[in-house]
């Protein structure tokens, strides 16, 4: 994964969207989000809310930095 210096728009996204920030398949996704679904919560139909985005960059890291 590049380091990048793109800002991350915080917004509403779906669970593709979010595989493809990271550069990950949706399966490494899901994996990845496993430990967190409780803390994160279940999707709003096709996306994830901004604050279950901003809670899965807490847990997560922004994509494309190092942490």
């Known amino acids: 994964m590049g380091i990048t ?3 991350f728009e915080l917004k509403a ?5 979010l595989a493809e920030k990271y550069q ?3 399966k490494t996704f ?4 496993k430990p ?14 901004v604050n279950q ?4 960059l807490e847990v ?3 994509p494309g ?3």
């Open 13 to 17: 996204y779906s669970k593709k969207e």
């Open 36 to 49: 967190f679904t409780e803390k994160i919560g279940e999707k709003r139909g096709r996306f994830y809310t």
């Open 53 to 56: 985005v901003k809670t899965m």
């Open 24 to 26: 990950v398949s949706v």
């Open 65 to 67: 930095t190092v942490n």
């Open 30 to 33: 899901d994996k990845w989000l």
């Open 5 to 7: 210096n793109d800002k």
């Open 60 to 62: 997560l890291g922004v």
